[in-house]
């Protein structure tokens, strides 16, 4: 993705509060989550019809372009250095939307380590470590000022997840 794009991807999502890492997250997550249908997964973030047509074509694109997970895994490193450009304070929080859909509402909501690590059990044990291991990550990069490895190794493993899910079609409930 040319960093053009996303400059113009960010200043969008920034009319309404949110960033380019945000959009990312919560488009990938639905994604993942076999929800795809653009408008109903932007409505999560934004209010459209504050947005110009070409504003949502570029979002939309944006979005089909998430869906190609081929794409995002042979042009893995240049999406990073990209995605990277824009990390802030909130860039910790906001990867880890990606995570929700994996975890229940439950142990989301209980933010108790242990019964998070129980939720993820569902998974294959490799997914669940690669969840947890990314979810320490971001807790630790809220805490230190240079965190832009561990943002960008996190990066890494939400786009390999988000391959790997769709191996399964998509179904977070995977035995």
Do not use: C, W
């Amino acid at each position: 993705m040319k960093k053009i794009i996303l400059k113009i991807i960010d200043e969008t999502a920034k009319k309404q509060d949110s960033d380019l890492i945000e959009t990312f997250s919560v488009y990938l997550a639905n994604i993942v989550s076999a929800n795809e249908d653009f408008e109903r997964v932007s409505l999560k973030l934004f209010d459209l019809n504050r947005f110009s047509n070409n504003e949502i074509e570029i979002l939309r694109d944006f979005f089909d372009s998430l869906k190609e997970g081929e794409y995002l895994i042979s042009h893995k490193e240049e999406i990073i250095e990209n995605f990277s450009m824009f990390f802030n304070e909130k860039s910790a929080d906001n990867l880890a939307l990606f995570f929700a859909p994996f975890i229940s509402r439950d142990a989301l909501l209980s933010q108790n380590p242990d019964k998070i690590r129980n939720d993820l059990l569902k998974y294959p044990k490799e997914i669940s470590e690669a969840i947890i291991k990314s979810l320490e990550m971001l807790s630790l990069a809220k805490k230190i000022d240079d965190n832009q490895e561990i943002l960008k190794e996190v990066l890494n493993t939400i786009i390999i997840l988000n391959v790997v899910m769709k191996f399964f079609g998509g179904d977070n409930d995977i035995k």
